[in-house]
């Protein structure tokens, strides 16, 4: 038997560095943009010192990818940073094999968040190192002390905020004036933050102080700053854009009339300190500015009551300019006439908008009138009734979707928690981590899930009964007198979606549930 010769097997080593080739990305990040717009500033600073120490590890197989992850002015607080978001999509494309950063808050304030990024890594085969704070994040022991760090940071965070607050609260009392958007009259000293007198301004906010008590009413006093061509304040953001420099509306100049600085004084939470800065304003100006704009009901959107039973309250819209029309009234005694005012019209002058104003009892009637003729005809009130009917099923059935959706993720997710409970093999810091997560998602799921039962309540509670309203429209005449002022406003929310009121021919468009149940018919604008 002839002997064979051994195989021969021939084995091609692979170089070295392809073998542990380690491809690194340095992540950077700065809370504020102060300072973004220098030549060399804290993001290159910190770079600068995570290239240096990749360089040092050459002999390792490190090397920089070119792709640059930089969050300028990003708070470390939560995950909403496009850089972050960027160098997740890189590391579940497997393109980057260790994350560099040049401390550990960089990365991330929040110890639930930067749990969640250093299991993403650990899927991946990603790891984690700090230049300033050299951890082994492929040990408990490492990740442990990672941990304890990241808590001390968030407690700092948390603790400089409350600082902050305290130290804000403290110089309001005091007077101070300690931020926010400047205001007609007055500029901020660049040097020490505090408020100077603008002559200019100063001179015209003692104007509209004047104006106001010449007319006793705000809309005159929009007409003539109209007319002078005067506008709110104007001043550049830090980023240098431009803010305010707007035609004055009727809510600015009772926003101006009400600020208690032109007087000299600080608000803080309701109470008023003597503030650092010159007041503009004498008191008993001040005063009897006060005192009118409270007799004349000026309250600036507050109070929305259906006193006076306005019916289309929130329904009602102006056809040319398609803003809503607001219910207002005028006392004369012993009468009171109501009318329905186009908001652009009230807000920005008669001029603003064709329609204006319509008589309230007027419109109203027109809508009830189309009801009646709604209730005469059966093949509409039919077509209504199945509208009515078909909206509420159409809300339930998002709510019940809606209430699936989340019964599914609490399901996934405490399936995902057994698991991790079960898990030996894992750090227990790591899984300590998972589990927390974890914990804090499954309790918001059931908050919503509290918060969508509730929903469905007010849905269920709130349904139309398709016999009550098929009733109803049948006996309308009978009926509608009987009715409560909230019995009479749920029933009109029932039957109608929208009314459009164009003030120049005088029509008025009535949307009902149903596409086909429409009626058109003329208002009467005659003041009632």
Known sequence: MRNR?????????LPKAAANHVRCAVYTRKSTEE?????FNSLDAQREAAEAYIASQRHEGWSLI????????YTGANMDRPALAKLLTAVEARKVDCVVVYKVDRLSRSLLDFARLMESFDRCGVSFVSVTQQFNTTSSLGRLTLNILLSFAQFERELISERTRDKMSAARKKGKWVGGHPVLGYDIDPNGGRLLVNTAEGLQVKEIFDLYLRHNSLMPVVHQLERLGWHTKQWKTEAGRERGGKPFIKKAVYMLL????????????GKLYPGEHEALVDEATWNLVQ???HHNGHTNGGGNKNKYGALLRGLLFCVPCGAPMVHTYTAREPKLYRYYVCYNAQQKGWKACETKSVSAPGIETAVLDSIRALGRDGKLRAQVVAGV????????????AEQTELLK?????????????ADKKSGSAARFDRIAGLQQEIEAVERKLTEVALKMKATEESAADPYEIQRTLERFELIWDSLTTRERDKLIRTLVTKVGYDGRTGKVTIGFRHAQGKELCHANTNNQ
């Open 5 to 13: 010769r051994p195989r021969q097997t021939i084995e091609i080593p």
């Open 35 to 39: 300072g973004l717009e220098q030549d």
């Open 66 to 73: 070119p792709e640059r992850f930089d969050d300028g002015g």
């Open 258 to 269: 009400t600020n208690p600085l032109y007087t000299g004084f600080v608000n803080h939470k």
């Open 291 to 293: 005192s009118n704009l």
């Open 389 to 400: 009917e078909a909206d509420d099923r159409s809300r339930r059935a998002q709510i019940e």
């Open 409 to 421: 993720k609490l399901h996934k997710l405490n399936g995902d928690l057994a698991r991790n409970a």
